[in-house]
């Protein structure tokens, strides 16, 4: 048993020295289009491949078409339909390659002249937390649409029916802001596309209630400021034609004045704190007075106490003479039988 125990035992060790280690799978390379991956016709655009430094090979594929390239960017000076595709791409570093890359789908615009139309149901201009449907309409029957915001990542795409499709958002936030286009294409050529629509500008605006509030603020603020009235009298009638004209300034006066009615709430309101700083000093100076009244006041005659002598200490006994006998002295010594 010993000996086929030890056995399997270096069976197994010259198995693990046989069989190499798996080595850990390489980090993804990442794919992207520059300036963009929706490209005009005849405009320039770079697809570049991006690995970790030192790959060895980098491949870079056009899928569908059985063309590519062992080369990490592909510089194509004006953009044509035959680009038009989907791409991806790896590296290789030693004998291992790396996982494909993300697929790119590089779309060419402008393939038809006719543009779609973008409108904005029901206002371009919408409050937050509302609902706000954008729609792109085309002339002829296409049955994908695309939408897109400028800065995304990527387009949104919809196919709900033919000649046009609804763009829906639901709840409206801030971030929804921006300037959309939309475009349309056939199934059959997903990666041609039609030239983009007239740009759209979504705002989103306040709530009612606080815009209702700041227009209201502004129209107070635009009423307080009232600027004063020139009048400029002219003498009639014959007898003074020599006269010259008068020019009266008027300024808004009275209590229906909001510029005076301003000044009445502020004068009041200094009077109500002076009148309440007033009211504390008072409090103050009585709490001050009473306080000196109190230490003033004369305190009361402690009674001296009457100091007497102490007693006398007891007288200490001397000790008796060897003379006497030892005897000690009484009220019988020298009283005798």
Request: aromatic residues 8%; hydrophobic residues 30%; glycine residues 8%.
């Amino acid at each position: 048993m010993l000996g086929f125990g030890a056995f399997l035992l270096c069976s197994g060790l010259c198995l693990q020295q046989m069989i190499p280690a798996q080595p850990g799978l390489l980090p993804k390379p990442s794919l992207q289009a520059l300036p963009g991956s929706l490209v005009p016709l005849k405009t320039q655009v770079t697809i570049r491949c991006q690995g970790p430094p030192g790959a060895d090979l980098y491949r870079l594929e056009k899928l569908r078409s059985g063309i590519y390239q062992d080369q990490p960017v592909l510089f194509i000076p004006a953009m044509e339909e035959r680009f038009a595709g989907c791409y991806r791409c790896s590296y290789q570093n030693g004998s291992r390659w790396s996982p494909p890359s993300d697929r790119l789908e590089l779309v060419a615009t402008g393939v038809y002249a006719n543009k779609p139309s973008l409108s904005a149901q029901p206002s371009p201009a919408v409050s937050p937390g509302t609902e706000v449907t954008l729609q792109c309409r085309s002339q002829y029957s296409f049955d994908q649409f695309a939408l897109y915001k400028e800065g995304a990542a990527a387009p949104q795409k919809g196919s709900e029916k033919q000649y046009w499709a609804d763009f829906p958002i639901t709840a409206v936030t801030v971030a929804h802001s921006g300037t959309y286009r939309c475009y349309s294409f056939s199934s059959k050529l997903p990666y041609l596309w039609s030239a983009p629509s007239d740009p759209l500008e979504l705002v989103v605006t306040e709530f009612p209630e606080a815009s209702r509030k700041r227009s209201i603020s502004l129209i107070n603020k635009s009423s307080a400021i009232e600027p004063s009235r020139t009048t400029t009298v002219s003498p009639k009638g014959p007898e003074s034609p020599a006269e010259p004209s008068r020019t009266t300034t008027v300024s808004p006066k009275g209590p229906e004045s909001p510029t005076g009615l301003a000044q009445q709430h502020y004068t009041k309101g200094n009077l109500v704190r002076i009148c309440i700083g007033v009211v504390i000093l008072i409090l103050l100076v009585g709490l001050l007075a009473e306080d000196w009244h109190s230490r003033k006041k004369p305190l009361p005659h402690r009674v001296r106490p009457i100091r007497r002598p102490l007693p006398p200490l007891p007288q200490t006994q001397k000790p008796h003479s060897r003379q006497d006998g030892g005897r000690p002295d009484g009220p019988n010594q020298g009283r005798h039988q």
